[in-house]
């Protein structure tokens, strides 16, 4: 089973606006990614939290990781239309599985 | 372009039959990941190689699955006599180790979709 639930499945913003995704997760963990997918495509990285970590920038995106809670969240400022997609949290501890949630789909309205 | 690739993109089958899917990683990424996504749902992990070795298998690989990386580079995915659930798409990725020390973070091909009918 999938370890890592993304809240809410679907949001729907106006350009400009910001978006917030929220992600738990089952077991104790080594480390957190993002992934962003479009419509039909493979996933691409956007940013990996460390169980040490607390909070992460990576350009407009702007990840909290609490361990207490098990959850996480991906913050993207000034979002574009460029941004409409599926984000997906990723948990992983060994390194050598890795579970996704349901993902997040995001529509961004130009 | 020297990301990962996954050949074919596409494929249509008949139930019963096999298929046989293939991944070219980023070359020197020794860890590679097998996935598989169906419609509305992130990625399932299947199976893991380090190098040539496969380290972990998902209970989701069952005896109809099988997935070998022989020299360490492509790695290649069968389904045998397969079932209209097998419908997904199967995603491979990689990841490197740079001087001792693992990269969790994974770089995805395209993805191989396939329908079994």
């Known amino acids: 089973s999938q370890q890592g639930e993304e809240d809410p499945q679907a949001l729907s913003i106006q350009e400009g606006e910001n978006a917030t995704m929220n992600c738990s997760y089952k077991?104790?963990?080594?480390?957190l990614q993002w992934y962003r997918q479009n419509s039909g495509r493979g996933l691409v990285h956007l940013i990996l939290?460390?169980?040490?970590?607390r909070e992460k920038h990576s350009g407009r995106l702007r990840v909290t990781l609490d361990t207490s809670k098990k959850s996480s969240s991906l913050l993207i400022t000034a979002s574009r239309a460029a941004d409409t997609a599926s984000y997906f949290c990723?948990?992983?501890?060994?390194?050598?599985?890795?579970?996704f949630g349901t993902g997040t789909s995001l529509t961004v309205i130009p | 372009d020297t990301g990962v690739s996954q050949d074919p993109r596409h494929k249509i089958t008949k139930r019963g039959q096999n298929v046989t899917f293939r991944c070219d990683p980023i070359?020197?990424?020794?860890?590679l990941y097998w996935y598989r996504q169906t419609l509305g749902q992130g990625p399932e992990f299947l199976t893991y190689?380090?190098?040539?070795?496969?380290?972990?298998k998902s209970r989701l690989l069952s005896d109809r699955f099988s997935a070998e990386r022989p020299k360490g580079s492509f790695s290649t995915l069968e389904i045998q006599r397969t079932e209209q659930g097998d419908s997904a798409m199967y995603l491979c990725?990689?990841?490197?180790?740079?001087?001792?020390?693992?990269?969790?973070?994974?770089?995805f091909g395209p993805g191989t979709r396939l329908t079994v009918t």
């Open positions: 939290i460390r169980s040490n970590e």
């Open positions: 077991t104790s963990i080594n480390n």
């Open positions: 190689f380090q190098n040539e070795a496969q380290l972990e």
């Open positions: 990723a948990t992983g501890n060994t390194g050598n599985q890795f579970y």
């Open positions: 990725a990689s990841s490197p180790n740079i001087a001792g020390v693992n990269y969790y973070e994974q770089y």
């Open positions: 070359s020197e990424h020794n860890r």
